[in-house]
């Protein structure tokens, strides 16, 4: 079962930053932080994951606390495209199982 | 595009009736997941596959099965439909490691009237 917790729902403006943030307070130590993002009943969508560095890809940011108990992924131009659920799973490094636990998720809406 | 497909888009059946849903992966991946999102309990794994061997097993009902051909492709089967069974199943797939990420296909929405 999925082992995060989010804001069921956030807004934010064309062209700011979305901050979209994470609580995986039983994260383990190999497990690693995903992001995923679903748009109205699409397939889901990878986005960005990572351990306990800070990582950036041509989509998003995700800066992970110290303690890895939190996360934050960031969105630095928010575009009407980004309006979506985003999704924050934790996932076990070293297992057979490739699972992805999906949580409700945070619904973004990006308005002009 | 995901470059992950599923057909039929839309299936709409009666209660008791079989199904089969069918997904093809990326070219080279290995691995094949499924995952059922219906409205009151959210996307839900159920199986996967790796290289035709079952993997792992999550949320899955007897009266569903799987499994993945020599050529990667697999098919979900659904029997003994109920209208609980009504939802979007999405397939995934993903390269040899667990690690990689998942690429989703479009779904297939199933209605059981």
């Known amino acids: 079962d999925a082992k995060t917790t989010q804001p069921p729902s956030m807004d934010c403006a064309e062209g700011r930053a979305a901050n979209l943030p994470c609580n995986h307070s039983?994260?383990?130590?190999?497990?690693?932080v995903y992001w995923y993002r679903q748009i109205h009943s699409q397939g889901p969508q990878y986005i960005i994951h990572g351990l306990k560095n800070n990582e950036t890809n041509e989509m998003a940011s995700l800066i992970i606390t110290e303690d890895r108990k939190s996360s934050t992924l960031i969105l630095p131009h928010a575009t009407l495209r980004d309006t979506a659920v985003y999704y924050c799973l934790d996932r076990q490094g070293g297992s057979t199982l490739g699972r992805l636990y999906f949580g409700r998720g945070t619904q973004l809406t990006v308005w002009p | 595009d995901s470059g992950v497909t599923q057909t039929p888009k839309h299936l709409i059946t009666a209660t008791g009736q079989r199904v089969t849903l069918r997904c093809s992966p990326r070219s080279g991946d290995l691995s094949v997941y499924w995952y059922q999102q219906s409205l009151d309990q959210g996307l839900q794994f159920l199986i996967q596959?790796?290289?035709?061997?079952?993997?792992a097993k999550g949320n899955i009902l007897e009266r569903f099965s799987a499994q993945q051909f020599p050529d990667l492709h697999s098919e979900l089967n659904l029997s003994s439909l109920e209208l609980g069974d009504s939802a979007l199943y999405f397939c995934?797939?993903?390269?040899?490691?667990?690690?990689?990420?998942?690429?989703f296909g479009p779904g297939t929405r199933l209605t059981v009237l």
């Open positions: 995934a797939s993903s390269d040899t490691t667990e690690l990689d990420e998942q690429f």
């Open positions: 039983t994260i383990s130590g190999n497990e690693y």
């Open positions: 596959y790796y290289n035709g061997e079952e993997r």
